[in-house]
Structure formats: structure tokens, C-alpha cells
């Protein structure tokens, strides 16, 4: 059992609410829900070294096939996850052309989000009605409004994804910039694992994938997202059911692949180790490493360097950076071997050997290619004996 809080100590109790390295708060403020018991049904699995994952239906990994003048960085496959792909911080980036509008065409309505950036309120399009969350940023100049503002510009100039926040608008008001993106009404997976405790192995997965899929998305598309955790991961409904799309928000600390530095990171404990080195690198594997952590979140409620959720951020970033993930701990007694098996591959401690966001895709537990094979020879199995008793019983032919 395992209670679950937004305790500015206990990170693995409080999840996901350690303080970001260049202190940017989350994409939407909360009030510290009541602690709750994080209950799971307990199956001992005898823990399994990794195995080797199948080949991508995709082949190597991908990453931007973008021009060094359009993206700020030039990625072949190849050097997808090599700390040699970009290390140098990029050449300042002219945004895309974005038409605006005013703040006459948008009636401002209840806040809905603060922090250090300005604040979030909910906006309704006046001759639509459709409704929008308003970022608004007093300095324009921001680095993280402008990082975010790029990402979004960018991912709307490629099409947009479907598991990615839109954006709608963009407009000055009152000395503020404001940019206003889809309203996702459902809230952040970090409140529904509060609310409802850790997923079942199912719904995890279809949340996963909405997750890996637009992650691929941006890695396709030359971008990292630097900041990903379940504060910044967005559902469409509120309640508990098992199809609810996941929408990834807070582009902030989003860009290319660059070098590390202090003001456009994002949160400690989801960083990988050769990112919380001095001088690191922050590649796509960055990403895959935090949503392994994430998965490992949602499927136990706890974080996988501080099960017990009492360990200073100190010692969580020395235990990352020696890269040993347990599954010991009595909230990880029900997790499948398939589970384990990716949660491992993607809390690797050498980037160079993490899958891509493709590669996690075509794992056996996204696929569910293992479940399948073993209903497969089960079923084959029943009918083998169902036949062979038919036959058995059948009365010798007369001639």
C-alpha cells in the first residue's frame, strides 16, 4: 500500500512534483488532494534480465529528416540517441508564421492555471465559441514562452498530432503574450493516479501508446520535449475508464537536440544520467528515459528511484546516475514479465542502448504480440484436445 500526496519532501509519494531544475512550475496549478491508498492485487513474478527487442516494423531509429535551417539541427538515424548528435545549443530559431488575432476575438473567463510564467485562464473564441486555456506571459521575452511557442508553431506547421495539444491562437492583451492552445478538460495524469490509484495493465497501455505516439511525432520531426511527466501529460475524460485519450502539454523546455543547460531543462528526477552529468547532452533518448519512468509510475503509483518516497533529491539523482531500476518492492509484485522487459529497456543507463520511441511501440507489451502468441498455442491447445476426444469417441465405420 502506498499513499500518494503532493508532499514537497517524499517525491516518489508525491510522484511527479520535484522542483525543476531552472524552477518553471507545471502547466497547471492543484491543491494537495488528501493522501490516498494506492491498493493492487499482488502476483509474484520472478523478476527477468531484459531481452532483446524485436526490430521496428520501422527499421533503425528515426529522428528528424529536417534541414538544419528549418529545425536548428541536422539528425541522421544513426546518430538518433548519440550524444554527438547535437552538441552545440542550437542557432536562435525564427518561429514559423502564425497568423494572430486580437483580444477582442477572445472573451477571458476563470483561471484555471498559475506559476512563475503568468497565468492559464480559459478563453471562449467569440465568434465560434470555442473554448481555449490562455497562457498568458508578461515578458514576452521569456525563454520557455519562446521555446514553447516554436515546438507548438512547428508541430502545427507538420500537421499536428493527435496526441499533442493544438494550438489555436496566438495574441497580445494588456502587455501579455497569449497563446492559447486546445482546452483539455479531463486533467493531468499525475490527479488520476491520486484519484484512482495506479492503472491496471491494459489501460496503462493504451495511455502509453497515445503517450509514445506523439512522442515519435516530435522525434520524426527534429524536436525533444525535455519535460516529460505526468503533470504534463493531459486526459480527455475525468473518470476512470480505459480508452482515454492522453495529450501532451508544457513546451517549455521543448527543442531540438542541444547540449544541456541550466534554463532549459526540465524536472530533476525525470532527467536520464547523461543528462544530469555537467556538460550532458539531451537527445530523444532523454525522452524515452522519462517515459519509462512514467510508465513505471502509473503501473506501481511510485517513483522507480524513490519506491519508498522518502529520499532527499540528492540522493534520487545518485541513484539515477547509477541506472539500477528494482521491481522488489511489493508494488511491483503484479507487474507482467513483459512489463518489466520494456520498463527496463527504457530506464537503460546508456542512451545508446535505449529503444527509440518507434522501437517502444513495437515492444511486446504495447503490441500485446506476447499475450497474443500465448492465446494463440491456448486456444490451439483446447481445440487439439477437443478433437482428439471427438475422435476417440467416434464408433468404428461399418462396412
Known amino acids: 500500500m502506498a499513499s500518494i500526496t503532493r508532499s514537497s519532501r517524499a517525491i516518489a509519494t508525491r510522484l511527479v512534483t520535484s522542483s525543476p531544475r531552472h524552477g518553471r512550475p507545471t502547466h497547471f496549478h492543484h491543491h494537495a488532494p488528501a493522501p490516498i491508498q494506492v491498493g493492487q492485487e499482488q502476483q509474484h513474478h520472478s523478476p527477468s534480465s531484459p531481452r532483446p527487442l524485436p526490430l521496428s516494423p520501422f527499421g533503425a531509429v528515426v529522428v528528424a529528416g529536417t534541414t538544419a535551417l528549418s529545425m536548428g539541427v541536422m539528425m541522421s538515424p544513426d546518430a538518433a540517441h548519440s550524444r554527438a548528435a547535437c552538441i552545440l545549443p542550437p542557432p536562435p530559431i525564427i518561429s514559423p508564421k502564425f497568423q494572430t488575432t486580437t483580444a477582442a476575438d477572445w472573451d477571458l473567463a476563470d483561471e484555471i492555471g498559475s506559476g512563475a510564467f503568468g497565468v492559464v485562464r480559459l478563453g471562449i473564441r467569440r465568434t465560434t465559441g470555442e473554448v481555449g486555456a490562455i497562457k498568458m506571459q508578461k515578458d514576452a521575452r521569456e525563454p520557455s514562452m519562446q521555446r514553447e511557442l516554436d515546438a507548438l508553431q512547428r508541430i502545427k506547421a507538420k500537421g499536428g498530432h493527435k496526441n499533442i495539444v493544438d494550438l489555436k491562437d496566438v495574441f497580445e492583451h494588456n502587455g501579455h503574450t497569449c497563446i492559447v492552445t486546445e482546452f483539455v478538460s479531463g486533467g493531468e495524469l ?13 489501460r496503462a497501455r493504451k495511455m502509453m501508446q497515445d503517450i509514445v505516439e506523439g512522442v515519435a511525432f516530435l522525434h520524426d520531426h527534429g524536436l ?10 493531459l486526459l480527455r475524460f475525468s ?5 482515454n485519450p492522453a495529450t501532451l ?15 532549459d531543462i526540465g524536472t530533476t528526477v525525470y532527467l ?13 533518448a532523454a525522452d524515452v ?26 540522493t534520487i539523482e545518485s541513484r539515477i546516475r547509477k541506472g539500477h531500476v ?7 509484485q503484479h507487474l507482467s514479465s513483459d512489463a518489466k522487459d520494456l520498463i527496463r529497456h527504457m530506464l537503460q543507463k546508456d542512451p545508446e542502448m535505449r529503444p527509440s520511441a518507434k522501437q517502444v ?5 504495447m503490441t500485446q504480440q506476447h499475450q497474443l502468441v500465448l492465446d494463440i498455442v491456448m486456444m490451439g491447445a483446447a481445440t487439439v484436445a477437443t478433437d482428439n476426444s471427438q475422435t476417440r469417441s467416434k464408433k468404428p465405420l461399418m462396412l
Open 361 to 365: 511501440l513495437a515492444h511486446p507489451w
Open 289 to 314: 528515459w522519462a517515459m519509462g519512468c512514467i510508465l513505471y509510475i502509473v503501473l506501481t503509483g511510485r517513483h522507480p528511484f524513490d519506491i519508498d518516497g522518502t529520499a532527499p533529491e540528492k
Open 249 to 263: 502539454v508544457d513546451f517549455g523546455s521543448a527543442g531540438p537536440a542541444s547540449r544541456v543547460l541550466d534554463t
Open 224 to 233: 525533444v520535449h525535455k519535460d516529460l511527466k505526468p503533470e504534463n501529460v
Open 190 to 202: 499525475f490527479e488520476h493516479i491520486v484519484r484512482y490509484g495506479a492503472f491496471e495493465e491494459p
Open 239 to 243: 473518470d476512470k475508464r480505459d480508452d
Open 326 to 332: 528494482s521491481f522488489k518492492h511489493a508494488a511491483c
Open 272 to 284: 536520464p544520467p547523461e543528462v544530469l552529468r555537467r556538460g550532458g547532452v539531451c537527445t530523444p
